[in-house]
């Protein structure tokens, strides 16, 4: 086989060479040799490559037919790729429907090569309808507007959050409606929301704290003030305090400091450390206060309400991390 692979640029004067050679792509030890010979072949090869992808079937074992789809963008057969993405496959068994998911994952960011209005629309119908990692970050290289509501959509997808985060941050301008509209959407229900939803929320509004985001719109999200969750009253409060120096914002993010969850204890103490002027006499009356208590929890406020307020007199003192 290697050495039928390797002169595959003769392969169109021998019949069913380019067939041979496209079954070659399923070759555990030569697969990409294959792979690299068609694309020499040029477009002479993609109706045998098309061929074998619509009519071949899914398999658990799903690297040759990612190999099929990688060829077919290589070979610049977008359209191809598109038909394949909008194809109802209808495959009851969930092993192979996964590993389907995974060459249609491939097949998406292949199509994403591909800047073409055309392309941008058959991703945006696949991501609508179905969370796929792959045509999330496909649609992201667009960095097109409207893609908004559907990236932002995708934070729903714990699988899919990531791609959407980064796509997002791309697109931020004409995405904050739909962040602040999914921020203001828990699911089922606010006194009943499902830990999918509080995830979703808690993305959305990170991206609303880690942009700017005009004092307009901080009406619409000032009831976050009172959420139960942590994350989400104080990732509000950073945005509410970076918009007025609010003092009640302040004191939210204060009592945080005292949260079980590291990561967040973090993002807040480097929050008040860059905006240490602001809120530097806030931090010094409660270290005050907490060094007159006697609770044994108060040692470790102290220690970090110091290390805040050392950050802000010497920035190399700290580190980055919250010791």
């Not at 067939?19 to 090869?45: K, N």
């Not at 704290?209 to 009172?226: D, I, N, T």
């Not at 950073?238 to 009592?255: C, D, G, Q, T, W």
């Not at 450390?273 to 470790?300: F, G, K, M, Y």
Request: glycine content about 6%; hydrophobic content about 45%.
């Amino acid at each position: 086989m290697r050495e039928f692979v390797e002169r595959g640029a003769q392969l169109d004067q021998e019949e069913g060479g380019i067939a041979r050679l496209v079954e070659g792509l399923f070759s555990l030890t030569e697969g990409e040799l294959g792979v690299a010979a068609l694309v020499a072949l040029g477009d002479r090869a993609v109706p045998a490559l098309r061929r074998v992808l619509f009519e071949g079937s899914p398999s658990t074992v799903y690297l040759p037919r990612q190999r099929l789809v990688r060829t077919l963008g290589e070979l610049g057969a977008f359209s191809v790729l598109g038909e394949y993405l909008l194809r109802d496959k209808n495959i009851p068994d969930p092993e192979l429907r996964l590993a389907e998911e995974a060459v249609e994952n491939t097949a998406a960011r292949e199509l994403g090569r591909d800047q073409s209005d055309e392309s941008f629309y058959i991703l945006r119908a696949v991501a609508i309808t179905r969370k796929l990692p792959g045509a999330i970050e496909a649609l992201s290289q667009f960095r097109r507007g409207a893609a908004a509501s559907v990236l932002v959509g995708a934070l729903d997808s714990d699988f899919c959050r990531n791609a959407a985060v980064e796509g997002i941050r791309l697109i931020y301008k004409a995405a904050i409606p739909y962040l602040i509209e999914s921020v203001r959407s828990p699911e089922p229900s606010r006194t009943n929301e499902s830990p999918t939803s509080q995830r979703r929320r808690r993305a959305a509004l990170r991206l609303l704290v880690e942009q700017e985001l005009e004092a307009s719109r901080w009406p619409e999200l000032e009831f976050l003030l009172h959420e139960s969750d942590e994350w989400l009253q104080s990732c509000a409060a950073m945005i509410a305090f970076r918009l007025n120096s609010s003092e009640p914002a302040l004191h939210v993010l204060l009592k945080h400091l005292m949260s079980a969850d590291w990561v967040l204890v973090d993002e807040i103490a480097q929050f008040l450390w860059q905006h240490l002027p602001a809120a530097r006499r806030v931090i010094t009356e409660e270290l005050s206060d907490a060094s007159a208590s006697t609770a044994p929890e108060q040692a470790r406020r102290c220690r970090l309400l110091r290390w805040i307020l050392k950050l802000g007199t010497d920035t190399k003192s700290g580190g980055n991390q919250v010791a």
